[in-house]
């Protein structure tokens, strides 16, 4: 199966965040694929990979990246598909501000979603419901994932009245 979603991340330590994409992906039913893409060490890698997602059937890519975190918006330059940047604290990162404004300060006519610090899980949601926009099974996976959340809201007041 194609992948309809591209994870790229700027290094392996970015892994451990970007999963969580991946896994909520899984979860949902979404096919991706997820590389090392870095804006920095291998700006060849990023522009090919920018400039094929198309072709290759990619709809929507996340990238991940920290400090200065300018693969996000580089690949955004580059493609017409939609980004989700996940800003991501990492060893070199101010707190991870340096990343949270890199990806959201993009601008006029270079647009990237965002999402919180860390929260590539948001982003696979994200990816997820802009795929649904077209696929009725990602769609009914979508309404059954909210249902979830919901039900685990009423147990947990259950729980706290218990």
Excluded: C
Aim: charged share 20%.
């Amino acid at each position: 199966m194609k992948a309809e979603v591209g994870i790229i991340m700027g290094s392996s330590s970015d892994l451990k965040v970007m999963n969580q994409a991946a896994e909520v992906l899984k979860e949902l039913g979404v096919s991706y694929e997820i590389s090392i893409v870095s804006a920095h060490r291998t700006p060849e890698l990023m522009f090919e990979y920018a400039k094929n997602a198309l072709s290759k059937g990619i709809k929507v890519i996340i990238a991940g990246a920290g400090g200065a975190a300018h693969l996000p918006g580089m690949v955004a330059s580059l493609t017409p598909l939609p980004v989700i940047g996940v800003p991501v604290k990492s060893s070199n990162s101010i707190d991870g501000w340096d990343s949270v404004l890199s990806i959201l300060q993009m601008p006029g006519g270079v647009p990237v979603a965002s999402v919180a610090l860390d929260g590539a899980k948001n982003a696979g949601i994200l990816a997820a419901q802009i795929i649904a926009t077209a696929d009725e099974q990602i769609l009914r996976n979508l309404q059954s994932y909210k249902e979830s959340l919901k039900s685990k809201v009423d147990q947990m007041n259950k729980d706290i009245k218990a």
